[in-house]
């Protein structure tokens, strides 16, 4: 299977009754490594910015609100934009070449950050983090399902979370390892750049090595697109068209895309607002928050994501046709207990394990949240899908419920010492919703996963 000069994929061998050969193994697994760090990447550079919200308020004299912006609307604005164009290039280019392009932006952005003077300079950099990542899901999403089964793009997707999970992990405690590093160096005069203070060595140090990541991920082989003849390259997919195939089984994508946005604007509150919330509440510092919930996440999350593929492929077997999005639900409904009472706990440690407890049961549904809606995607058009599903959860997930409790906080308690009130009537409010909307598509769901087996099988 071998590439062209341009890097597009040959055409593939063919099996039994004109079937397309599933590519060689040992090329799916490294395209699924280097994917999986990519996907790293993504989450060290978006997530760092929780755990220096404090010395950026401090230093740029912003409110809560300001930082929520930040954390919000600046990355995931950029990101859903971006992300309809990239999507589109997802379904009918080089896959790989997007990627590599977009890791290499994304990480400059997030250097950029670094050498941010105040904060509109930030704000700009950040936007460009949040342009650059929307370009990795469609296509990274999109070659995992070129290059598993469908009972097994679970665990593929759950593998690549795997990524999101120690970056998530990586960002906090390198983060905390840096600001307790640099907490005895002066803020530093750089001609042509301006002053550098000692938080923003932490963007430097997790941007620069994804610029080298990205010639990794053009070593990675291009796999066949199934579902289309063999050898035929991919066409473009009217927007039309595929808002019709959407529109026609609203049900299923309202459960598995709606609902995942919905989640995550769950679990994207913790992770914006938590070293805040304990550095307030219990005066740790930041360095040892990073540290400590850093540690915490990198253990307890790919336990998880491994489990719910497990759990995925065994239901898929057995004849569940909705088990992916089964899944999410069950583990929708644990978390938002959870998520209400865990800001809302009198000591850290008791927080942190509470926390934990939400890594775990949260993460369950992440690699079954993806295939969820790749199973029931026509090949032709889950690039497209793909970036309504980043739209959904950047746009309205992560850049909404950062601002939604700061806006609690800032005008409905008045109070920054109230922040822990605002997490937990979030959690209610968007908890209660969630749990709705994914309910109510699990039989539909069933029946979309069903045509999908008979009308592209893969």
């Known amino acids: 299977m071998s590439e062209s000069a341009t890097g597009a994929a040959a055409p593939a061998e063919v099996g039994g009754e004109g079937a397309i050969a599933w590519p060689p193994r040992k090329d799916a697994n490294y395209s699924l490594f280097v994917m999986t760090i990519v996907v790293l990447f993504t989450v060290l550079d978006r997530t760092v910015l929780s755990l220096l919200i404090v010395p950026v308020k401090e230093d740029f004299g912003i409110s809560d609100t300001q930082a929520a912006l930040l954390m919000g609307a600046a990355f995931s604005l950029p990101y859903g934009i971006a992300g309809v164009i990239l999507g589109r290039m997802a379904d009918n280019s080089v896959r790989k070449n997007l990627i590599a392009w977009s890791i290499a932006?994304?990480?400059?952005?997030?250097?950029?950050?670094?050498?941010?003077?105040?904060?509109?300079?930030?704000?700009?950099?950040?936007?460009g983090i949040g342009a650059g990542e929307s370009g990795y899901g469609p296509a990274a999403w999109s070659i995992a399902a070129d290059y598993w089964p469908r009972e097994k793009i679970a665990f593929a997707t759950a593998t690549m979370g795997m990524g999101a999970t120690i970056g998530t992990g990586l960002a906090l405690f390198l983060g905390g390892a840096v600001l307790q590093f640099t907490s005895g160096i002066a803020p530093m005069d750089v001609p042509g750049l301006g002053v550098i203070r000692p938080w923003q060595w932490t963007f430097v140090i997790v941007g620069a090595p994804g610029l080298l990541w990205a010639l990794v991920v053009l070593t990675t082989r291009e796999p066949p697109r199934r579902g289309l003849p063999v050898g035929q390259i991919a066409q473009k997919v009217p927007v039309r068209e595929t808002a019709k195939w959407v529109m026609d089984d609203w049900r299923s994508y309202l459960a598995a895309v709606g609902g995942m946005a919905i989640k995550a604007m769950l679990l994207a509150v913790p992770l914006s607002w938590n070293a805040?919330?304990?550095?307030?509440?219990?005066?740790?510092?930041?360095?040892?928050?990073?540290?400590?919930?850093?540690?915490?996440s990198i253990i307890v999350s790919p336990i998880a994501l491994l489990l719910g593929a497990k759990v995925s492929e065994i239901w898929t077997r057995n004849g569940r046709n909705d088990a992916?999005?089964?899944?999410?639900?069950?583990?929708t409904v644990a978390t938002v207990p959870l998520l209400v009472v865990s800001p809302l706990m009198p000591s850290p440690y008791l927080m942190i394990g509470c926390n934990a407890l939400i890594g775990f049961v949260g993460m369950i549904g992440f690699g079954p949240s993806i295939a969820a809606f790749q199973v029931i995607t026509p090949n032709r058009m889950r690039g497209q899908i793909g970036a309504l599903t980043q739209?959904?959860?950047?746009?309205?997930?992560?850049?909404?419920?950062?601002?939604?409790?700061?806006?609690?906080t800032d005008y409905l308690f008045h109070d920054e010492g109230a922040l822990k009130y605002s997490m937990a009537l979030n959690a209610v409010i968007m908890g209660s919703v969630s749990i709705f909307v994914i309910g109510q598509g699990l039989k539909p769901y069933g029946r979309s996963v069903e045509r999908a087996k008979r009308d592209f099988p893969n």
């Open 105 to 127: 932006f994304w990480s400059a952005s997030t250097v950029a950050c670094g050498v941010a003077q105040g904060y509109v300079s930030l704000m700009f950099a950040r936007m």
């Open 276 to 296: 805040t919330l304990i550095y307030r509440e219990f005066h740790w510092s930041l360095a040892k928050i990073g540290m400590v919930t850093g540690t915490v």
């Open 324 to 331: 992916n999005l089964r899944i999410v639900f069950y583990g």
């Open 391 to 408: 739209f959904c959860n950047h746009v309205i997930a992560f850049g909404l419920s950062p601002l939604i409790v700061a806006l609690f």
